[in-house]
């Protein structure tokens, strides 16, 4: 056999250096750490069975002492090179890295506080024919249709922010305050004033918008509320006027025959709209053409067809998401049973998808009643019901407790079931006693929820629908409207613990009246009916504030004499001033 070197082995065998692929030899220790191999190992020996012998080819041999002498000045000169070299980076790690690179710690600044808006859809309108994904042609239906705007303001520092409600081309329908001017003196605490919009009869998508005061965001909310009593949209519909976003959800919707779904999608900025949209449906996401890019200009309201995009769903979410100006997104959903109406309502974004999910202001009717509706031809979907959307990639596994006036109910179906990832599923809240409940799900897997209610229990006779959305939890200030006329209340639903809850009435004259507060058990829910006027002024909106436990609310809405119902979530709060976190470097 022929013996075979590498041609780098070689070259280090010529050069009488070992290996490093062959065991150091016994004899030999090996070099010490940051040494040179030359000062660390000393010259092998040759005796017997000590070590190999040099191999001489490719070596030059120095004659005597002076070879030994000029071997010695050489490794000398290599060890003093080598630590030359250590000591020059030594020094060069003691250099200050340039100011670009260094790590510069995190600095917040605080965020301007801007204008408070909030969009408030436009009337109801029944579609005539359109092609599906277009802005749809609306026409009346009802002659007795009304639409009108309820809204407060609430002062900062004893004065009233500039705030005016307006339509979407930026013409004003009703100047509530004239701008303060420069922000008020910290002083002693002031009175709580309101400005107020006493149901304003509107014909079109207006814009509620208050000014900062004191580089702080205005209280402000409003709501729309719409009535007929004839017509294939007869029923009653609420909705708050909602704060623009670039990024929400809202569920409920349905495009099987007989029930219309027409999203509404408006742009109150100065900046254009791009919208895209995901369908989630009861198999799994749909994956529909057009339902992305739609442009939404500046000062306009885009209506799509959901029946369009996802034909013959009925347990259908959305997640809308806009890239350039933020939109107000709401959908407005009618029912058709056969010939008779079946109810009108506009479904408004709920909190995002989460592990927990609450809905308060759930009125259920008589169970006995509800079976024998949901089980004639076209009227299934006619009773109470919890809808769940799991947009992730794992199902989820969710527990539903219901919080009613005397505590917790049971679920006659059982309170824990799976919802399939990717999909919404429907929980029938059938069996379940007559009255007003808050609905609580979790689960280990973000979700979204929203539950739905009706009156009604006579086949053939128009009856009602209604959606209660997600809601927020309670905090400090939370502005109220209240729309003029009919059944009126206020529900809180307390979860865990006990909370306090103090409710203080705003008057169509602008004051803001004594408080009342109502002490709620844990696990309940509990109503409160609102008067038609307080201290002998028109009741318009509530200032709400809770401690204590996670607490709820909601403003449930009838007719008297009629089948209509509508339920109005509280929005948020109005922030303090906010920081963020500002990266400084190039």
């Excluded at 917040?108 to 277009?134: I, Q, Y």
């Amino acid at each position: 056999m022929h013996e075979h070197n590498p041609p780098a082995a070689k070259a280090r065998a010529d050069a009488g250096t070992p290996d490093p692929a062959e065991p150091a030899h016994s004899g030999e220790k090996p070099a010490a750490p940051g040494k040179p191999a030359a000062a660390a190992a000393p010259a092998a020996r040759t005796g017997p069975g000590q070590g190999r012998k040099p191999s001489g080819r490719g070596a030059t041999r120095l004659p005597g002492g002076k070879g030994r002498a000029a071997s010695v000045a050489g490794v000398a000169a290599g060890v003093l090179i080598l630590a030359g070299g250590g000591a020059v980076v030594a020094a060069g790690s003691l250099i200050p890295e340039p100011a670009s690179s260094r790590t510069v710690p995190l600095a917040e600044t605080a965020v301007p506080a801007g204008a408070s808006l909030g969009v408030c859809p436009g009337p109801a309108r029944l579609l005539e024919g359109t092609e599906a994904g277009t802005d749809a042609q609306f026409r009346p239906e009802s002659a007795t249709a009304a639409t009108k705007v309820s809204a407060a303001v609430l002062s900062a520092g004893g004065v009233l922010p500039g705030s005016r409600l307006a339509h979407l081309d930026g013409t004003a329908a009703v100047e509530i305050a004239k701008d303060p001017g420069p922000a008020p003196s910290v002083g002693a605490p002031q009175e709580l004033l309101a400005g107020v919009v006493t149901d304003r009869a509107v014909g079109q998508v207006n814009v509620l918008s208050a000014n900062a005061v004191a580089n702080q965001n205005a209280s402000a909310a409003g709501a729309m509320k719409y009535t007929a009593t004839d017509g294939d949209l007869q029923g009653s519909a609420a909705a708050p006027c909602g704060q623009p976003s670039n990024d929400q959800w809202l569920a409920g919707a349905s495009t099987t025959v007989g029930r219309t779904s027409v999203l509404a999608l408006t742009n109150a900025s100065s900046t254009p709209a791009t919208v895209s949209l995901e369908l989630f449906g009861a198999g799994g996401q749909v994956q529909a053409p057009g339902s992305r890019g739609l442009l939404v200009a500046p000062g306009t309201t885009r209506s799509v067809v959901l029946a369009g995009l996802a034909p013959n769903e009925s347990k259908l979410s959305l997640h809308v998401r806009s890239a350039g100006g933020p939109v107000a997104a709401s959908i407005q959903q009618s029912f058709l049973r056969g010939l008779t109406p079946g109810g009108v309502d506009y479904i408004s974004p709920g909190t995002a998808p989460a592990v927990r999910q609450v809905m308060t202001g759930v009125d259920i009717q008589d169970p006995a009643g509800l079976a024998a509706l949901t089980a004639q031809p076209g009227y299934r979907d006619a009773g109470p019901a919890l809808e769940l959307t799991v947009p992730g990639a794992s199902d989820a596994v969710v527990e539903i407790k219901l919080f009613g006036r005397d505590g917790q109910h049971a679920l006659p179906t059982g309170g824990v079931i799976t919802a399939k990832a990717g999909s919404t599923t429907e929980v029938s809240l059938a069996g379940v006693p007559a009255g007003q409940y808050t609905v609580a799900a979790s689960s280990d897997v973000s979700f979204l929820a929203a539950a739905r209610m009706s009156r009604g229990l006579q086949a053939g006779q128009p009856s009602d629908v209604a959606w209660a959305a997600s809601a927020v939890r309670l905090g400090s200030q939370h502005v109220v409207p209240v729309p003029k006329g009919g059944q009126r209340q206020l529900v809180f639903g307390a979860l865990d613990a006990r909370a306090t809850i103090t409710y203080a009435p705003i008057t169509a004259d602008g004051k803001v009246r004594a408080a009342a507060s109502a002490d709620i058990a844990g696990g309940t829910t509990a109503s409160i009916s609102i008067p038609a006027q307080a201290e002998g002024a028109d009741v318009v909106g509530y200032v709400v504030s809770a401690s204590g436990g996670a607490a709820y609310g909601a403003v449930l809405l009838g007719q008297d004499g009629r089948n209509d119902v509508s339920s109005l979530a509280f929005l948020a709060a109005a922030a303090g001033q906010e920081t963020v976190p500002v990266t400084l470097g190039y």
